[in-house]
């Protein structure tokens, strides 16, 4: 089990094609290296 922040897919429409989804790791900006400083959004 991972949990992650995957920014831009709506958490009321889940569905099981999130599962193997591919994404992309984006770093936030000013990070400190803390697990929270990365998050992912959905390829295209």
């Keep these: 089990l ?3 922040r995957i920014i831009g897919v709506d958490p ?3 569905t099981l ?3 193997g989804m591919s994404v992309e790791a984006k770093f ?3 990070s ?3 697990p929270t400083d990365v998050y ?3 390829k295209e």
Excluded: G, Q, S
């Design 17 to 19: 094609d999130w599962i």
């Design 2 to 4: 991972l949990l992650t």
């Design 40 to 42: 992912f959004v959905p």
């Design 32 to 34: 400190k290296l803390k």
């Design 12 to 14: 009321e429409d889940a």
């Design 28 to 30: 936030r900006r000013l």
